[in-house]
């Protein structure tokens, strides 16, 4: 016990980010000596004790500690490297380690046998390290380079299967498509610099982040901040229309996909605008709230038609991003913080769950060689028969996920929709449709999770193979989806199933609300909701199950959900072709215009060169050659007189003195 408080909360967090990062270090210098991981889980679970034991349970609900140290300076500023610890920053720490945990164990097994699977641990090393530093960083610069650090490493997991097309074109769009937004952000850094003088958030915040708001008016720069770090966190949470990377993303492994994708990368968009919450007026809050709950609506729509088991995953997890953003919208980050925890829960158990089903039915498909695509939910059912333990934790994850009663998701998406609905009837007018365009989003997170589970594990097998050969996965994999499971139920959360401020996550964070409680909601909303999630699951009941499907699969309006409302089409158009059709009239103009020019400059310094080369050889040469031709004939004929002869030197006296005798008598 004494040596527990001997040591700091500070320097423990800093060993927390620093063990995966040792992990990663000897996976890339061990290399394929090394597959089966054990590096890679020793350090994340070193990370998550220690996480718990020394950081969390020394800083939740007590003194906020933080620690500072000069990198350099740059004239009179001097930038800083530090950690920072409060209730929000190792809630967010200790999460991305519970989380990691139980996905390294359930990759030992699902990863087993990829000959890249030394490059996997690797990579799933170096983003733990990535995010665990963007957790803990005492100022914005610091947090910049975690950011664009976590996305580096996202885009070598999205790309891990670098032999397939698709994973190539998929981490390219989630890079270039992540660069838009981290643009944004380092404009938002740079305008806070520009008028605070400071990225400390200490500094500008205070060390609980909490008390008081720097954006005491609507100034310009401060919205520009503001819509700055909005807009990377639009890019990393994957919010309209900044969100066409994360469904592509499902190329990679679904293991990186439940961590990555599902509770801890894209929720960093989150975590960010929580850190920065008082930096936004109201201008930049009610932006958060219109895209975030535009993102919400539309992904559950496109959710709907999606047939590909991840690509639903995927949709689902933008939409519930999209409630995240709603909250922070009407200033209840709280809720938001709260919805992201619940939600990596029971989100990294349904893309688990289905890298289960996935698995079994890629071997099914390898044991009769035929084809078809193992990811496709038309392709299953009947499946609970086969799997029952991965069905019921699918099942408990989907309850959560549609937030039935006594789930975990219960109570933070009825936090959010209270919290939208206090705040749009405090505000009045067009507000109101933000809160009901939830509700709406939230009926439809039924469905189509119901759709899921019953075209999966109800009805009849869809293949004309047996599928007797199919069963529930190892234990090495349904362990951690089982520990997943009980922390998407609502005692691992708040002892009370009904009411959501009694959640211990709540009890950590003071937000004073710009709005009155309105305690009807805290009945009524809780009760429409899970009527209207039954008749939903009835509805798909009989469609899917029964067979009783009604509508034209071939409607406009399935094919547009289907497509994803044709955004990637569109920006193919118009980004992609544009800028392809950019470069082709760049490169035409550089080879005949630019290229011409300097090959007609070429050609005439060639002729000019020739001209200048035909008058040193025969002009200039020509003139020193005969002058010295001339000096070289006259010297050889004196040196003929001075030859040393006696009678050469009287001939030549006597041959003077003759011409000299003729020149007088002439003359």
């Not at 100022?139 to 996305?151: A, K, Q, R, T």
């Not at 205070?206 to 100034?219: I, L, P, Q």
């Not at 535009?294 to 690509?311: E, G, M, P, V």
């Not at 002729?607 to 010295?628: E, H, P, Q, R």
Request: aromatic share 14%; hydrophobic share 55%; net charge neutral.
């Amino acid at each position: 016990m004494v040596a527990v408080e001997l040591i700091s909360p500070v320097f423990a967090a800093i060993v927390v980010v620093a063990l995966p990062f040792i992990a990663f270090l000897i996976q890339a210098i061990v290399g394929k000596r090394s597959t089966s991981g054990n590096i890679s889980l020793i350090a994340i679970c070193l990370s998550t004790i220690i996480s718990l034991v020394f950081v969390f349970a020394e800083v939740w609900q007590s003194m906020p500690r933080s620690a500072t140290q000069p990198w350099f300076t740059i004239g009179v500023n001097t930038f800083t490297v530090g950690v920072l610890l409060n209730n929000l920053t190792v809630l967010m720490q200790l999460l991305v380690c519970v989380i990691a945990l139980p996905v390294h164990i359930y990759s030992r097994a699902y990863m087993k046998g990829d000959p890249g699977i030394h490059r996997y641990w690797m990579y799933l090393s170096l983003f733990c390290f990535a995010m665990l530093g963007l957790c803990i960083s005492k100022n914005l610069f610091m947090m910049y380079i975690f950011w664009e650090l976590v996305g580096f490493a996202s885009y070598l997991l999205i790309g891990f299967w670098f032999t397939k097309e698709s994973a190539v074109q998929a981490n390219k769009k989630a890079f270039i498509v992540n660069r838009i937004g981290d643009l944004g952000l380092l404009i938002g850094i740079a305008t806070v610099f520009s008028v605070y003088g400071s990225l400390d958030l200490v500094e500008l915040f205070g060390k609980e982040g909490r008390f008081y708001s720097v954006a005491t008016d609507n100034s310009g720069l401060l919205t520009l901040a503001g819509i700055g770090f909005f807009i990377g966190a639009m890019a990393k949470s994957a919010q309209f229309p900044l969100h066409v990377w994360l469904p592509d993303a499902m190329e990679g492994p679904t293991a990186v996909s439940s961590l990555i994708h599902a509770a801890t990368m894209v929720a960093a968009g989150v975590f960010l605008l929580s850190s920065v919450f008082p930096l936004f007026n109201d201008t930049v809050l009610l932006i958060i709230a219109i895209i975030g709950v535009t993102t919400a609506a539309s992904a559950a729509y496109f959710a709907l038609a999606q047939t590909d088991i991840k690509k639903i995953l995927a949709f689902s997890t933008i939409s519930q991003l999209g409630f995240m953003m709603v909250a922070i919208g009407v200033g209840a980050w709280d809720a938001a913080m709260f919805h992201l925890v619940t939600h990596a829960f029971f989100k990294c158990l349904l893309f688990l769950g289905a890298g289960a089903v996935i698995h079994e039915m890629a071997h099914l498909k390898h044991a009769h060689q035929l084809d078809f695509d193992p990811q496709d939910i038309n392709n299953m059912g009947g499946l609970r028969k086969q799997m029952p333990k991965t069905f019921i934790l699918m099942a408990i994850a989907s309850l959560a996920l549609a937030g039935f009663p006594f789930t975990s998701g219960f109570l933070s998406k009825d936090a959010i929709l209270i919290s939208s609905y206090e705040w749009a009837i405090s505000k009045g007018g067009a507000s109101i449709l933000i809160p009901v365009l939830l509700t709406i989003v939230s009926v439809l997170t039924a469905f189509y999770i119901g759709r899921l589970i019953f075209k999966v594990f109800f009805g009849e097998f869809k293949l004309s193979v047996s599928n007797s050969n199919i069963h529930d996965a190892n234990r090495t994999m349904l362990l951690p989806m089982a520990f997943l499971g009980i922390c998407s139920l609502f005692f691992v959360f708040s002892f009370n199933p009904i009411y959501y401020h009694d959640a211990n996550v709540f009890q950590g964070f003071y937000v004073d609300y710009n709005f009155e409680e309105i305690h009807s909601l805290h009945v009524l909303i809780p009760i429409g909701l899970t009527l209207a999630s039954c008749f939903m699951w009835i509805i798909a009941w009989r469609w899917y199950v029964k067979g009783a499907y009604p509508l034209n699969g071939a409607s406009k309006g399935i094919a547009f959900s289907l497509n994803q409302g044709y955004l990637n089409q569109f920006y193919a158009r118009t980004f992609v072709a544009g800028t392809v059709n950019l470069s082709k009239g760049l490169y035409w103009f550089d080879r005949n215009i630019i290229d011409g020019i300097v090959n007609q400059l070429g050609t005439l310094a060639k002729a000019i060169s020739g001209v200048a080369a035909w008058v040193d050889k025969y002009i200039v040469d020509g003139f020193i050659n005969t002058l010295g031709g001339t000096t070289y004939y006259f010297g050889h004929l004196l040196r003929w007189v001075q030859n040393g002869r006696l009678q050469n030197y009287l001939g030549f006296a006597f041959t003077v003195l003759l011409i000299g005798i003729i020149y007088l008598i002439l003359t």
